[in-house]
Protein backbone atom coordinates (compact mmCIF):
# COMPACT_ATOMS: atom_id res chain seq x y z
CA UNK A 1 0.00 0.00 0.00
CA UNK A 2 1.25 3.41 -0.73
CA UNK A 3 2.00 6.12 1.49
CA UNK A 4 2.41 9.67 1.87
CA UNK A 5 4.96 11.65 3.22
CA UNK A 6 8.02 10.51 1.36
CA UNK A 7 9.42 13.32 -0.41
CA UNK A 8 9.99 16.47 0.91
CA UNK A 9 7.87 19.63 0.95
CA UNK A 10 10.55 21.96 -1.07
CA UNK A 11 9.12 25.10 0.84
CA UNK A 12 10.11 24.08 3.65
CA UNK A 13 13.56 24.35 3.12
CA UNK A 14 13.10 27.94 2.77
CA UNK A 15 10.89 28.32 6.14
CA UNK A 16 14.09 27.00 8.32
CA UNK A 17 14.90 30.96 7.68
CA UNK A 18 12.49 32.26 9.84
CA UNK A 19 12.56 30.26 12.55
CA UNK A 20 14.32 30.44 16.02
CA UNK A 21 17.25 27.95 16.51
CA UNK A 22 16.15 24.94 18.09
CA UNK A 23 12.46 25.58 17.68
CA UNK A 24 9.74 23.76 18.31
CA UNK A 25 8.10 21.82 15.46
CA UNK A 26 4.47 20.00 14.77
CA UNK A 27 3.90 18.19 12.14
CA UNK A 28 0.51 16.65 11.68
CA UNK A 29 -0.20 14.29 9.22
CA UNK A 30 3.15 13.05 8.92
CA UNK A 31 3.06 10.20 6.68
CA UNK A 32 6.73 8.55 6.23
CA UNK A 33 8.21 11.50 8.02
CA UNK A 34 10.35 13.04 4.97
CA UNK A 35 9.87 16.63 6.51
CA UNK A 36 10.14 15.89 9.88
CA UNK A 37 13.21 14.29 9.46
CA UNK A 38 14.99 17.53 7.32
CA UNK A 39 13.45 20.11 10.64
CA UNK A 40 15.08 17.47 12.85
CA UNK A 41 18.18 17.27 10.94
CA UNK A 42 18.45 21.15 11.22
CA UNK A 43 18.11 21.24 14.73
CA UNK A 44 14.59 21.52 15.79
CA UNK A 45 12.53 19.99 18.20
CA UNK A 46 9.89 18.00 16.28
CA UNK A 47 7.05 16.14 17.47
CA UNK A 48 5.41 14.28 14.34
CA UNK A 49 1.74 13.29 14.69
CA UNK A 50 -0.01 10.16 12.20
CA UNK A 51 -2.35 7.86 12.80
CA UNK A 52 -0.18 4.76 11.05
CA UNK A 53 1.31 2.69 13.24
CA UNK A 54 4.09 1.13 11.03
CA UNK A 55 4.84 5.04 10.18
CA UNK A 56 5.45 6.17 13.60
CA UNK A 57 7.61 2.65 14.33
CA UNK A 58 9.70 3.21 11.96
CA UNK A 59 10.13 7.09 12.58
CA UNK A 60 10.97 6.46 16.21
CA UNK A 61 13.36 4.01 14.98
CA UNK A 62 15.21 5.69 12.15
CA UNK A 63 15.43 8.99 14.22
CA UNK A 64 14.62 8.58 17.88
CA UNK A 65 15.02 12.50 19.00
CA UNK A 66 11.75 12.77 16.64
CA UNK A 67 9.03 12.20 19.25
CA UNK A 68 6.20 10.50 17.18
CA UNK A 69 3.07 9.95 17.89
CA UNK A 70 0.18 7.74 16.48
CA UNK A 71 -3.08 9.93 16.90
CA UNK A 72 -5.12 10.87 14.54
CA UNK A 73 -4.57 14.63 14.35
CA UNK A 74 -8.39 15.47 15.11
CA UNK A 75 -7.70 13.78 18.67
CA UNK A 76 -3.93 15.11 19.32
CA UNK A 77 -3.40 17.01 22.38
CA UNK A 78 -2.66 20.40 21.55
CA UNK A 79 -0.66 22.05 23.90
CA UNK A 80 -1.00 25.84 24.06
CA UNK A 81 1.28 28.07 23.20
CA UNK A 82 4.24 25.30 22.35
CA UNK A 83 5.16 25.67 18.39
CA UNK A 84 6.56 27.86 16.36
CA UNK A 85 5.95 26.09 13.23
CA UNK A 86 2.92 23.35 12.64
CA UNK A 87 2.87 21.79 9.16
CA UNK A 88 -0.74 20.38 7.85
CA UNK A 89 0.28 19.33 4.71
CA UNK A 90 -1.45 17.33 2.73
CA UNK A 91 -4.33 16.11 5.21
CA UNK A 92 -6.80 18.30 6.15
CA UNK A 93 -8.97 17.37 3.09
CA UNK A 94 -9.42 13.89 4.46
CA UNK A 95 -12.08 15.30 6.98
CA UNK A 96 -14.97 16.70 7.16
CA UNK A 97 -14.90 20.54 7.01
CA UNK A 98 -15.73 20.81 10.81
CA UNK A 99 -13.04 18.53 12.01
CA UNK A 100 -10.76 20.33 9.48
CA UNK A 101 -12.07 24.01 11.29
CA UNK A 102 -11.22 22.04 14.17
CA UNK A 103 -7.95 20.97 13.78
CA UNK A 104 -7.03 24.32 12.61
CA UNK A 105 -8.36 26.04 15.42
CA UNK A 106 -6.36 23.35 18.03
CA UNK A 107 -3.50 24.71 15.86
CA UNK A 108 -3.94 28.05 16.29
CA UNK A 109 -3.94 27.74 19.90
CA UNK A 110 -0.73 26.04 20.05
CA UNK A 111 0.78 28.23 18.32
CA UNK A 112 3.31 30.83 19.75
CA UNK A 113 3.20 34.56 19.15
CA UNK A 114 4.43 34.61 15.84
CA UNK A 115 4.41 31.38 15.02
CA UNK A 116 3.52 30.25 11.59
CA UNK A 117 1.65 27.66 9.53
CA UNK A 118 2.09 25.91 6.77
CA UNK A 119 -0.45 24.32 5.00
CA UNK A 120 -2.05 22.31 1.71
CA UNK A 121 -4.82 21.32 0.75
CA UNK A 122 -7.00 19.91 -2.24
CA UNK A 123 -9.19 23.03 -4.37
CA UNK A 124 -12.54 22.35 -5.57
CA UNK A 125 -10.90 22.89 -8.88
CA UNK A 126 -9.22 19.27 -8.15
CA UNK A 127 -10.09 17.00 -11.04
CA UNK A 128 -11.02 14.38 -7.86
CA UNK A 129 -13.68 17.22 -7.07
CA UNK A 130 -15.33 16.59 -10.15
CA UNK A 131 -15.35 12.79 -10.49
CA UNK A 132 -16.65 12.18 -7.16
CA UNK A 133 -19.83 11.04 -7.37
CA UNK A 134 -22.09 13.70 -6.38
CA UNK A 135 -24.17 11.48 -4.82
CA UNK A 136 -22.02 10.83 -1.56
CA UNK A 137 -22.36 14.76 -1.10
CA UNK A 138 -22.96 15.60 2.76
CA UNK A 139 -25.06 18.31 3.76
CA UNK A 140 -21.48 19.97 4.68
CA UNK A 141 -20.82 21.83 0.99
CA UNK A 142 -18.10 20.40 -1.25
CA UNK A 143 -18.07 17.70 1.37
CA UNK A 144 -17.85 13.71 0.68
CA UNK A 145 -18.61 10.75 2.35
CA UNK A 146 -17.69 6.95 1.05
CA UNK A 147 -19.10 4.61 3.22
CA UNK A 148 -17.44 1.44 2.32
CA UNK A 149 -14.24 3.37 3.42
CA UNK A 150 -15.99 4.91 6.38
CA UNK A 151 -14.05 8.33 4.90
CA UNK A 152 -14.60 11.97 4.41
CA UNK A 153 -12.91 14.09 1.71
CA UNK A 154 -13.73 17.38 1.74
CA UNK A 155 -12.25 20.11 -0.88
CA UNK A 156 -11.43 23.78 0.29
CA UNK A 157 -12.34 27.25 -1.57
CA UNK A 158 -10.06 29.88 -0.87
CA UNK A 159 -12.48 32.35 0.60
CA UNK A 160 -13.05 29.49 3.50
CA UNK A 161 -9.88 29.34 4.27
CA UNK A 162 -8.93 32.87 4.94
CA UNK A 163 -12.29 33.65 7.16
CA UNK A 164 -10.78 30.61 8.85
CA UNK A 165 -7.63 31.87 9.90
CA UNK A 166 -9.16 35.81 10.01
CA UNK A 167 -7.33 36.26 13.24
CA UNK A 168 -4.14 35.30 11.97
CA UNK A 169 -1.78 37.16 9.21
CA UNK A 170 -2.12 35.63 6.52
CA UNK A 171 1.24 35.58 4.62
CA UNK A 172 0.49 33.49 0.94
CA UNK A 173 -2.33 32.33 0.06
CA UNK A 174 -2.44 30.63 -3.66
CA UNK A 175 -3.97 27.90 -5.89
CA UNK A 176 -1.69 26.32 -7.44
CA UNK A 177 -1.44 23.15 -10.33
CA UNK A 178 0.70 19.70 -9.52
CA UNK A 179 1.69 16.57 -11.31
CA UNK A 180 1.96 13.61 -9.15
CA UNK A 181 2.58 10.16 -9.96
CA UNK A 182 1.67 7.43 -7.21
CA UNK A 183 -0.03 3.96 -6.61
CA UNK A 184 -3.05 3.62 -7.73
CA UNK A 185 -4.16 6.31 -9.58
CA UNK A 186 -0.52 6.40 -11.33
CA UNK A 187 -0.02 10.03 -13.65
CA UNK A 188 -2.87 12.04 -12.48
CA UNK A 189 -3.03 16.34 -11.44
CA UNK A 190 -4.00 18.04 -8.52
CA UNK A 191 -5.04 21.79 -7.63
CA UNK A 192 -3.57 22.51 -4.58
CA UNK A 193 -3.87 25.52 -1.82
CA UNK A 194 -1.13 27.05 -0.43
CA UNK A 195 -1.14 28.84 2.50
CA UNK A 196 1.60 30.65 5.09
CA UNK A 197 -0.02 32.07 8.16
CA UNK A 198 1.27 33.88 11.26
CA UNK A 199 -0.02 33.75 14.35
Do not use: W
Request: some cysteine; charged content about 25%.
Amino acid sequence: MFKFGGKLNKNIESLVNFLPKNGNVLDLGCGLGANSFFLSEKGFNVTCVDKDENAIYNIKKKFPNIKAVKSDIVNFDYQKDKYELVLILNVLHFFNFQQAKQIIDNTIISLKKGGLIYLQVFSTNDPAFKKTNKNLLTEEKNTFFKKETNSFMHFFEKEELVKIFSQCDILEVEEFFKKDNHPPQGEHEHYLIRMLVRK
